[in-house]
């Protein structure tokens, strides 16, 4: 149910354009320094960006280049959250991940640019659904005391737990007193 809005430079819009995965297109123009061997907005492309992002919000900006040129860009937009890679270097990042390899005799990267972003994907996925194994649990004797103590019956209760130190993890109270309002209902 999403819309994607891609911002992309325009070499690469007609191949992302053909797949059909993104509702709309921005144009970013990014030049190339020899010297510093490093990608770069020039002060005029960066007003067209502005311009372009006016008035547009988005709930989730995911910048899927490992580099350092282009998370900056994530700052030009209105976005609830921000991802993207080496969140200790990028504070504003809501969620990141860095990720480390090395070839041991010449030190050069050994995962490609394409596994990076798949590594993204998944970490996003997985902080997203937060899926926890179910953990068997071994009922001791202080479990029964606690139980009888507040007349609480064996598979009849739920525990409901509202705290969160994160802000991509936090829910409103409205939504966890209707679960409980939900569950009592049960």
């Known amino acids: 149910d999403a819309r994607i809005t891609i911002l992309t430079q325009k070499f690469v819009q007609e191949i992302i354009k053909n797949s059909g995965v993104a ?23 960066e007003q ?34 921000r991802v993207g890679f080496k969140p200790e270097r990028f504070p504003f990042l809501d969620f990141g991940i860095d990720i480390i390899s090395r070839d041991k005799i010449n030190s050069k990267p050994i995962i490609n640019h394409a596994s990076h972003i798949t590594m993204l994907v998944q970490a996003l996925e997985s902080a997203t659904k937060q899926i926890q194994p179910i953990i068997p649990h071994i009922e001791v004797a202080e479990d029964k005391k606690i139980m009888e103590k507040y007349a609480i019956r064996k598979r ?11 802000s991509i993890n936090k829910w409103d109270i409205e939504n966890f007193l209707s679960v409980a309002h939900y569950i009592c209902l049960l």
């Open 23 to 45: 509702d709309n297109f921005l144009t970013i123009s990014l030049k190339y320094s020899h010297k510093s061997e490093e990608r770069f907005l020039t002060t005029e492309s």
């Open 48 to 81: 067209q960006l502005r311009n372009a992002l006016v008035g547009c919000s988005f709930d989730l900006a995911i910048d899927l280049s490992p580099g350092d040129e282009s998370q900056p860009l994530m700052l030009l937009c209105d976005a609830r959250y």
């Open 156 to 166: 009849k209760y739920a525990i409901i737990h509202s705290g969160a130190r994160h």
